[in-house]
């Protein structure tokens, strides 16, 4: 029996899992902010309530997102790159300054990293994502 290396979908599988996993990591940072602003006396309570509401309206985004990822939509991939250099930024910049925690910088970079690269330059990926009708 032959295995034929090419025909692997597992970068795909790689593609969705990094997906999936980011946005259950954000679905806790949610839940862990709504905890806080009940048990916790924030500053502002106007401050907390708009970080927990934008910490949800991008986990909901990012599950769309990976949704989209799995169906092959192209869209999803462009929103998907776009959200994986927003978190490369904000990971290269959680290590800099004199607070730079680089565990979390390589949290939030290694992962981004391979999804962009992976969407970019991984052939079993963008042929998943290419359209068929030309």
Do not use: K
């Not at 910049?93 to 565990?103: T, V």
């Not at 910088?105 to 981004?112: C, D, E, F, I, T």
């Amino acid at each position: 029996m032959s295995r034929n290396s090419g025909n692997s979908q597992t970068p795909f599988y790689v593609l969705i899992a990094v997906s999936t996993l980011e946005t259950l990591a954000l679905v806790a940072v949610t839940g862990l902010l709504l905890v806080e602003l009940f048990i916790a006396e924030p500053d502002s309570y106007s401050s907390a309530i708009f970080l927990t509401l934008i910490a949800a309206g991008f986990a909901t985004a990012l599950g769309f997102i990976t949704r989209g990822l799995w169906r092959g939509v192209n869209s999803a991939r462009s929103a998907s790159l776009v959200w994986q250099v927003l978190q490369m930024a904000l990971g290269l910049a959680s290590d800099g300054g004199d607070f730079g925690i680089p565990l979390v910088a390589l949290a939030l970079g290694v992962p981004a990293v391979t999804a962009i690269v992976l969407m970019l330059f991984n052939q079993t990926v963008r042929a998943h994502f290419e359209d068929d009708e030309v």
